[in-house]
């Protein structure tokens, strides 16, 4: 069959026999145009195009680290126990300046908190009524203070004031998984299902107005947290991948890159017989990215590697990195000697949360003090002496060293 092509104004007729003959006559030519076919035809992956914010070789992942080598101090926060306030598994965290808002990923609601762990309130309530929801994905809080729930599977919203009263239900067009705020009235959707998958909504005005990135089937797994807010910048991590993009009305623009050299994705996928993309066992697969003015964090597992997974502290000011892994670190503060303390949040004055779980604490304090009397440990057990195994977990506050 011909074609015809436009050159230099003329249109002119393409033999597509003549070219297949040319390609032949230069191997580098088709083994070009096999690559890009190959690369681009497979999914809409897009390859890094600024250069590395942070660098992870093999190397950097057998350093072995105490945790005093990178907290200076810490604070615990018991969060209260009672009837009506039982946290089984600690979801998204959010600080402000005089408190703390904590999804509870077990009764699906969420928990509003004073410094020092006493409960405020709670807020949201499971259900089918206008004002309830069957499934809480995601929570922002607005300037205001009030509450933004998302309920992506039944596509719909429920805005709460901060006491926890439901003054406002929005419908959804479409399915999301998790959202985050932009300014005073576009929210940004990670699109669910079938979805694009950013979309963004003019929650004033209840329109769609823009959306990047068609739906793929290769992306058919989400990320378990694919934004991250770093002052004005919201930052979008797609699955699989190892670039943030910073999502605006127009755009999606590369922002950061991490680039793991002999781990790096590389678009290539395996599959399963269900028709689910997965990586490859020998690339790292990050997830649960945070940042801020003084750090970023994320963890990342490899398959190829002996240890996983590993948690990443980045250090902005100086550039250094730590990397901890189960196998390569001492729990030397806090003696939680479970995984290294990844972290869920971060306060507003920019220091870093991690979750301790008492039932697993405790136990593990208890067995510690038939073989330590270092200071570290006498002093932890005076600040948990109240602390039961069967209260609710315990949030700590790290103050980082300057590395």
């Avoid at 598994?89 to 990923?105: A, M, N, P, Q, R």
Wanted: aromatic share 14%; charged share 25%; with cysteine.
């Amino acid at each position: 069959m011909d074609s015809f092509q436009k050159i230099q104004g003329k249109t002119t007729k393409c033999d597509f026999g003549s070219l297949f003959v040319t390609i032949l006559q230069k191997p580098m030519s088709f083994f070009l145009i096999v690559f890009f076919f190959f690369c681009f035809s497979c999914n809409n992956y897009i390859p890094p195009s600024i250069p590395p914010t942070i660098v992870i070789n093999k190397e950097d992942c057998k350093q072995t680290y105490k945790l005093s080598d990178i907290v200076q101090e810490y604070q615990l926060i018991p969060l209260e126990t009672s009837d009506s306030c039982l946290i089984g598994s600690v979801g998204k965290i959010i600080f402000d300046t005089t408190s703390f808002y904590l999804k509870d990923e077990t009764s699906k609601l969420i928990y509003h908190f004073d410094m020092t762990g006493k409960l405020h309130n709670t807020i949201g309530r499971r259900g089918r009524g206008p004002f309830e929801y069957l499934h809480l994905d995601d929570y922002c809080i607005t300037k205001n203070k009030n509450i933004l729930v998302l309920d992506g599977s039944s596509k719909k919203m429920i805005t709460y004031t901060s006491c926890g009263r439901p003054i406002a239900l929005q419908e959804l067009p479409f399915f999301a998984d998790s959202f985050e705020i932009l300014n005073d009235s576009i929210l940004i959707f990670n699109g669910a299902a079938f979805e694009d998958q950013i979309i963004l909504w003019d929650y004033r005005n209840k329109k769609r107005i823009n959306s990047h990135l068609k739906y793929d089937p290769h992306y058919n797994c989400r990320p378990l947290k694919p934004f991250t807010k770093c002052n004005n910048e919201i930052l979008w991590q797609r699955e699989f991948e190892q670039m943030l993009y910073r999502v605006t009305e127009q755009e999606l623009i590369p922002a950061r890159y991490i680039d793991f050299q002999e781990f790096a994705y590389n678009g290539k996928l395996e599959k399963t017989p269900q028709g689910i993309y997965f990586l490859q066992p020998d690339i790292a697969h990050m997830n649960r990215y945070y940042e801020n003015d003084k750090y970023i964090h994320f963890i990342f597992e490899c398959e190829a590697l002996d240890d996983m997974p590993f948690l990443v502290y980045y250090f902005k000011k100086s550039g250094k990195k730590i990397i901890l892994n189960n196998n390569h670190y001492k729990d030397d503060l806090t003696f939680y000697h479970i995984t290294p303390p990844a972290i869920n949040a971060f306060t507003t004055a920019g220091d870093p949360v991690s979750v301790l779980y008492t039932s697993f604490w405790l136990k593990n304090l208890e067995n510690t003090s038939r073989k330590s009397t270092i200071e570290a440990f006498e002093k932890l057990k005076e600040r948990t002496a109240n602390i039961s195994e069967t209260d609710n977990p315990v949030l700590v506050i790290y103050k980082l060293k300057d590395i």
